[in-house]
């Protein structure tokens, strides 16, 4: 069964910088399209970055372009997020998701991705 994994999160400073990690299992990693989204208690979860694995395509939302990197590493079955000059507004917790399904566009809506990690909370303070 697929498995995702997130770590990485924590709290830092304003202008600072996190790499989270999603580590899967139970997969072929290479055909999948995997995302990395976020959800503020009380709030939608948003997708922020999408990367079809085997292509290396990628799509970010406007809220982090520039600022955010989202990678792979096939050899390891491993996603990453790398978020640099974090800002308050990107406090909340990360989950990584993925799906089989060869979308067109590189979606980021929550409801197209099938398997979903338990989530990583990154906290950003003024």
């Known amino acids: 069964q697929v498995r995702l994994v997130e770590s990485g999160g924590g709290s830092v400073q304003a202008g600072g910088s996190l790499r989270l990690s999603c580590s899967a299992s139970?997969?072929?990693?290479?055909?999948?399209?995997m995302a990395w989204f976020r959800q503020v208690p009380g709030k939608e979860r948003e997708g922020v970055a999408a990367?079809?694995?085997?292509?290396?395509?990628?799509r970010y939302v406007d809220s982090v372009k520039g600022r955010f990197t989202i990678s792979r590493d096939i050899a390891e079955n491993t996603l990453y997020l790398e978020m640099n000059n974090l800002k308050p507004e990107d406090t909340a917790m990360y989950y990584c998701?993925?799906?089989?399904?060869?979308?067109?566009?590189?979606?980021?809506?929550?409801?197209?991705?099938?398997?979903w990690g338990q989530g990583t909370q990154v906290t950003v303070s003024a």
């Open positions: 998701a993925a799906d089989s399904t060869r979308w067109v566009g590189l979606p980021l809506e929550r409801h197209l991705y099938n398997y």
């Open positions: 990367i079809q694995i085997d292509s290396g395509n990628t």
């Open positions: 139970g997969l072929t990693f290479s055909d999948y399209l």
